[in-house]
């Protein structure tokens, strides 16, 4: 199994996870088009190129999607009982289409479940960043994880 039990968590610790992305012009047309996002910031060169950008700038849902799936195989394959929230979205820097994103995931909190006994929630900042080193996303994901079997 990839991911984590509870009990494999620090509070604290940072996972730096090593594989990374390039985005492409078919993410982003894509991604954006099967979500009915159909801004002309995502989808359209001309009008884009007259923003301050210059250029459309990648669906921020996929770049969160992007962040978070980047970050699964080390801390929730197949450990995870689903998802309880996300919190604080940000994203402080655009993402084009070329960009590479990596992710590193900081555990913040570890809560034994109340009401599951076999479980337990799992505070998780996860950070996106480019190329460069700048942060472009970064959110609060709550996970109920499973605890290692007895």
């Known amino acids: 199994m990839a991911g984590r039990y509870y009990e494999g968590f620090t509070e604290g610790e940072v996972i730096k996870h090593d594989v990374r992305r390039t985005v492409t012009e078919t993410d982003n047309v894509l991604f954006s088009t099967l979500t009915m996002n159909t801004a002309a910031i995502h989808l359209d060169h001309d009008y884009s190129a007259q923003t301050e950008f210059g250029k459309p700038l990648v669906n921020s849902v996929f770049t969160l999607g992007l962040v978070v799936g980047l970050s699964i195989t080390d801390t929730t394959l197949g450990t995870t009982v689903g998802n309880l929230g996300w919190e604080d979205v940000r994203f402080p820097k655009p993402v084009f289409v ?16 109340k009401s599951r006994p076999t479980q337990g929630i799992v505070t998780f900042l996860h950070r996106g960043l480019n190329q460069r080193g700048e942060v472009v996303c970064e959110c609060r994901r ?4 499973l605890r290692r079997p007895a």
Do not use: F, Y
């Open 142 to 145: 709550l996970a109920l994880m």
């Open 98 to 113: 070329g960009d590479t994103i990596r992710a590193e995931t900081e555990v913040m909190a570890l809560r034994e479940s």
